[in-house]
């Protein structure tokens, strides 16, 4: 049943709505074109409410992301895009760091060069920025197999909001930020999308790369595939990702959520659909599957599902606040960890 979920899933994919691929935070505007000498002061705050269904209950307020930027051109081919992150609970590292900072050489749309720290071209939902992500969390998968999710390197990029193609291919550490390479291997990481009709985009992502201090030689194979509609105001998005080999237990998963202990085979996927009424109000649903070992079946806390229901507001272009009730459910042994979790964002 999770194999064909999960191939309906990347079927769906093929069809939903187009999003260029984002290797920041400041999502790309195509009415933005950076004129020479314009800098841009950017960033959002995501303070949050949690509140978890255990026994004993959970709940704290807190903050998911702080950040600020600057982003801007130096002559006619040149910009540079610089962020940090002030949220204690991201990174784990307590005070502000450097997120995102790298140069781009764009004088040729189809082949832009950028060097410097930034997201991983792989995945929808990890390429998405963080403040139009449409749920609360990423999918469990994103968060744990595409990690590091933030690395050091070089890329090429083609294309953008107006062309059906896209792609981007990276050559980087694979040991994520605020590191130094562990080993004398470099991962590589890709990502193509094609939008196929007005209302449909498929896409496929691939790293290979050697995750492991000091070891050349046990390496790690990421493969997915995504698909988004957008259908007027209906918009639907799906993602499957397998992974296999070596990994890194010390990593950083997507902002701030904690490693899984991993086999040596693992996969996951998710399926979103969402609304865009007339009162600026959004109902979403999501649901998701993350197998931490296919080899073991059976056995607790190794595979999980989740489903999620939230409701987004938004008050003007600036301002948003997401509901979301996650379900979370185990086959072998249930658990109270539901969740509801509540986010007010603004960006400026």
């Known amino acids: 049943m999770k194999k064909f979920i999960s191939i309906f899933i990347v079927l769906m994919i093929s069809m939903l709505t187009y999003q260029v691929q984002a290797q920041g935070c400041d999502a790309e505007d ?12 950017f960033g959002f705050i995501q303070p949050e409410y949690n509140y978890t269904l255990s026994d004993p209950a959970e709940s704290t307020f807190k903050f998911r992301r702080a950040r600020i930027g600057v982003r801007g051109r130096l002559f006619e081919d040149w910009t540079y895009y610089f962020m940090l992150e002030t949220s204690p609970f991201i990174g784990g590292v307590g005070s502000a760091y450097l997120m995102d900072a790298f140069v781009t050489w764009d004088k040729h749309n189809w082949a832009r060069l950028s060097v410097g720290s930034y997201k991983q071209p792989f995945g929808l939902e990890v390429q ?3 403040n139009a992500l449409i749920t609360i969390d990423r999918a469990i998968v994103s968060d744990q197999l595409v990690v590091p999710q933030r690395d050091y390197g070089i890329s090429i990029w083609g294309g953008n909001v107006n062309t059906r193609l896209n792609y981007a291919l990276a050559i980087m550490n694979g040991s994520g930020l605020n590191k130094v390479d562990n080993n004398n291997k470099k991962d590589i990481v890709g990502r193509v999308t094609y939008k196929l009709f007005d209302f449909m985009t498929i896409g496929g992502s691939y790293r290979y790369g050697f995750p492991k201090l000091n070891n050349n030689e046990d390496s790690r194979t990421t493969y997915g595939g995504e698909v988004l509609f957008d259908i007027n105001n209906l918009h639907i998005q799906g993602e499957y990702i397998h992974d296999e080999g070596a990994f890194d237990p010390g990593a950083d998963t997507g ?5 899984l202990a991993l086999g040596n085979e693992r996969d996951g996927a998710y399926g979103m659909i969402w609304y865009d009424t007339k009162w600026n109000l959004q109902p979403v649903f999501k649901y998701e599957f993350f197998d931490q070992d296919l080899d073991l079946k059976d056995v607790p806390y190794r595979y999980s599902e ?3 229901i939230g409701l987004n507001y938004y008050f003007n272009k600036a301002v948003r606040l997401q509901l979301n009730y996650q379900a979370n459910i185990e086959t072998v042994i249930n658990e ?7 986010q007010i964002q603004v960006v400026f």
């Open 306 to 308: 989740r489903m999620t």
């Open 30 to 41: 195509p009415n933005d074109s950076i004129a020479p000498a314009k800098i841009k002061i």
């Open 255 to 259: 902002c701030g959520s904690e490693p």
């Open 128 to 130: 998405t920025a963080c």
């Open 336 to 342: 109270d960890n539901d969740k509801f979790l509540a």
